[in-house]
């Protein structure tokens, strides 16, 4: 298949970015750098093209079909096991990046691919991680993208449940979490592309919120006195969070995101 035919099936089936997407997916089968296809319609007879053209078609995302995506300053491994690194999360890794303390431990919660955690720490070498997941296959993921970015000498990954975490998970100076914050019933109605993601990572409960009042309850547990968290939320979740929070004691700040949606939770335990 020329990638002019692949740019153009793309295109017909309503994939928006198709140019971009089709430089990548033929970069990837042909195993050419994608500068080397500017310019030029080259062929590729690989039937691995027409097989992940199919499966794009079926709106898999990109990032599973190229086994990685780039998030922040760093590539991570993304396989359908975990929810696929967002742009809008890099809001949350920039602002961890600028407050948390010095030497301070840190906790990412949902790690999922375990690109808050390692991101923050990449850009923060003073720090150390503990990331914690409920999947098995997020914990091996989050060790995989920790030694891929270097920084697995500084993060430990523990399997367990937010719901019923260990008592020595406890005492962080800082919390960092994306949880799953999707209202279920939501859920159907979400992009073909979102719904190949786990609903696990995506359903945050009835009414998206069940993973903030747990953390609101465990606040004075996970983070030492003056400690902060930075949390995720949903762009529609502003006053619900906040009332979550101030109600704990903890009133948060909340930061917009590059969309002018409200996206993330700043707070810290008095
Ligand atoms: N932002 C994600 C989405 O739009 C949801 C992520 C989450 O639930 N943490 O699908």
């Known amino acids: 298949m020329k990638l002019s035919e692949l740019r153009r099936r793309l295109s017909e089936a309503g994939i928006e970015e198709a140019d971009t997407e089709a430089r990548l997916l033929f970069s990837h089968v042909a195993g050419l750098p994608v ?100 999947s098995p296959a997020a914990v091996a993921l989050t060790k995989e993208n920790a030694e891929r970015n270097g920084v697995s000498g500084r993060i430990s990954v523990v399997c367990a449940d937010l719901f019923a975490l260990p008592a020595d998970l406890s005492g962080f100076d800082a919390v960092l979490c994306n949880p799953p914050y999707i209202a279920r019933s939501v859920i159907p109605t979400l992009s073909p592309e979102v719904l190949h993601e786990p609903t696990a990572a995506l359903d945050g409960g009835e009414d998206g919120l069940d993973f903030y009042r747990e953390l609101a309850g465990r606040l004075p547990s996970l983070l030492v006195p003056g400690g902060i968290a930075l949390l995720e939320i949903g762009y529609d979740q502003k006053d619900s969070v906040t009332e979550i929070f101030s109600d704990a004691g903890c009133p948060p700040v909340i930061r917009l995101d590059y969309g002018g949606n409200p996206r993330i939770a700043i707070l810290s335990r008095p």
Request: glycine letters at 6%; one cysteine or more.
């Open 35 to 134: 500068h080397r296809l500017i310019g030029g319609d080259p062929d590729c007879t690989d039937p691995a093209l027409e097989d992940l053209l199919a499966r794009r078609l079926d709106r898999v995302p990109l990032a599973y079909l190229l086994g990685e995506t780039a998030f922040f300053r760093e590539t991570y491994r993304a396989t359908p096991d975990v929810l696929i690194p967002r742009p809008d999360t890099e809001l949350l890794v920039e602002e961890a990046i600028r407050r948390i303390p010095a030497n301070a431990r840190v906790a990412d919660l949902c790690c999922g691919s375990g690109c808050i955690g390692i991101s923050v720490l990449a850009n923060r070498p003073d720090l150390t991680c503990v990331s914690v997941d409920l």
